[in-house]
């Protein structure tokens, strides 16, 4: 099934608050997201524009676990 992009997606990279390692990097329809709430403690959830997203996506296309996009 396709992914959908439109209005009501919304990016994001995810880190580990310990390491600052970056988890993973994707985006979702805001409807599916948790409206900002942190449901993990170890984890953090940074919200990007369209346009950020994309530039992080091509700087780190060699690393395919990264980035869900």
Avoid: W
Avoid at 30 to 44: A, N, P, V
């Amino acid at each position: 099934m396709p992914r959908i992009e439109n209005a009501d997606t919304r990016y994001f990279i995810e880190f580990d608050l310990d390491t600052l390692a970056i988890i993973r990097c994707g985006y979702d329809q805001k409807q599916h997201l948790d409206k900002g709430q942190q449901t993990s403690e170890g984890l953090h959830r940074l919200f990007l524009t369209k346009g950020q997203y994309n530039k992080l996506v091509n700087r780190c296309e060699n690393s395919a676990t990264l980035c869900d996009g």
